[in-house]
């Protein structure tokens, strides 16, 4: 998997802790997964321990973060589906101040890396039109939930608030695991 | 931490989603027979003792996470069945309940996957061994995968022939198509898994007020 600044388990900390956090997790045996889970843990999750509001996790997101996401999304459902199936999945995020929506594919044309794009710009026009219509569709769950997911035929939307603990590796994980649980059910 | 996600319509992917579910379970299935070879050494062993090995070699796949999807899976060997659906008098509990064979699980959020397999030993020339009450009339019945669209029957072959009880069993479905509830579409049909078991065959089977369930029939030679 290519890095990225989000990708770092120590987000920019001194070297000589990123090489202590390094040695620890090789020491533990922990796979990347693991280590992103403790990573969003103590960077993330922890300033929203014991009724806190801490801006580490409720600050906005960086691109970088949400390509992370998406990438970590990606993988995962690709992940499920296997090397045999004929599709993949593409995943691309359009967000403007407030919220952020992401569009999944299942779809079996060549699928290139995670696009994160600006609702404002001009690669990002069709997805915001789309993004437009389905909150106007769905506007008291936009409104009142923290997330909202929709089916709608081989496409999947997420809504979710720009706040960065929505946006972590952790959460890509648990999204994804959402989405296969939710796709197979009878 | 609460989940608060709202979720709207079904995927049109669950086709696909679910085809590589019941792949999977069969590829995994397949890995752990290939570490059982030579299996003419359990020519003579019960149908127990052969699931139990079975079912340790699933279990020591699944546990070397060989590939990427095998984080998605688990197994439950032995596992009781649970029977909610009745009134309490009428439920088996504790030891009196049934157990199955095999219980794969799909678990990263619910709603939870499961795929089971009911297995018996090919002892004799009669397809009953397999078809009978207690093999895919449990499964018909609902006492087994009831809330499930598929599910398998594991045939181990310690008499005559693959092709042989393949051919048996086909007939049966047939001459007894009704009795056995096979639908429209649903007649006895060879499948070919990519990396899994050889002889997989499927049917498709009505249960009345239960869903209809796709039963995967797998035949693995131990002679």
């Keep these: 998997m290519e890095q990225s600044e989000a990708d770092t388990p120590d987000d920019g900390q001194p070297t000589p802790i990123a090489e202590l956090n390094h040695l620890v997790f090789r020491l533990l045996g922990l796979d990347e997964r693991e280590q992103a889970l403790v990573h969003d843990l103590v960077h993330v999750r922890l300033a929203l321990n014991d009724g806190k509001v801490g801006p580490e996790a409720t600050r906005e997101p960086r691109v970088a973060e949400m390509e992370t996401y998406a990438r970590w999304l990606r993988r995962e459902l690709d992940d499920f589906v296997g090397e045999e199936s004929e599709r993949r999945h593409a995943v691309t995020v359009v967000y403007d101040d407030h919220s952020a929506m992401v569009a999944i594919d299942f779809t079996r044309a060549a699928t290139a890396a995670p696009h994160v794009l600006c609702a404002d710009t001009a690669d990002a026009a069709t997805l915001e039109r789309t993004r437009q219509r389905l909150r106007g569709e769905h506007a008291q769950w936009v409104y009142f939930d923290r997330a909202l997911k929709i089916y709608r035929g081989r496409q999947t939307f997420l809504f979710k608030p720009r706040q960065r603990f929505h946006w972590t590796r952790t959460q890509a994980m648990l999204d994804a695991g959402d989405i296969i649980a939710e796709t197979l059910a009878p | ?223």
Excluded at chain 2, 7 to 27: I, L, W
Excluded at chain 2, 151 to 165: C, D, K, P, W
Excluded at chain 2, 171 to 194: C, H, K, M, P, S
């Design chain 2, 1 to 223: 931490m609460q989940r608060r996600t709202s979720t709207n319509g079904r995927s049109e992917n669950h086709d696909d989603y679910h085809a590589v579910f019941v792949h999977c379970v069969h590829q995994l299935l397949e890995s752990a027979y290939q570490r059982m070879q030579p299996v003419k050494r359990f020519e003579l062993w019960k149908e127990e003792e052969i699931s139990g090995e079975l079912g340790r070699h699933i279990d020591e796949v699944l546990d070397e996470f060989g590939k990427p999807w095998m984080r998605f899976y688990s197994l439950a060997p032995e596992r009781h069945v649970d029977e909610p659906h009745l009134p309490v008098p009428k439920r088996r509990l504790g030891k009196r309940r049934k157990r199955l064979d095999f219980r794969f699980t799909c678990r990263q959020r619910k709603p939870i996957q499961r795929f089971i397999f009911e297995a018996k030993s090919l002892k004799q020339s009669s397809a009953a061994q397999l078809l009978d009450e207690d093999g895919l009339g449990r499964i018909l019945r609902g006492q087994y995968a009831r809330e499930d669209i598929a599910a398998g029957l594991l045939g181990y072959v310690q008499i005559s022939t693959v092709a042989f009880h393949a051919k048996t069993l086909e007939d049966e479905l047939v001459a007894r198509a009704t009795n056995y509830g096979i639908v429209a579409n649903g007649q006895w049909t060879r499948v070919g898994f990519l990396n899994g078991p050889s002889e997989v065959f499927r049917t498709k089977h009505s249960r009345g007020k239960l869903p209809e369930i796709t039963v995967f029939t797998t035949l693995m030679p131990f002679r």
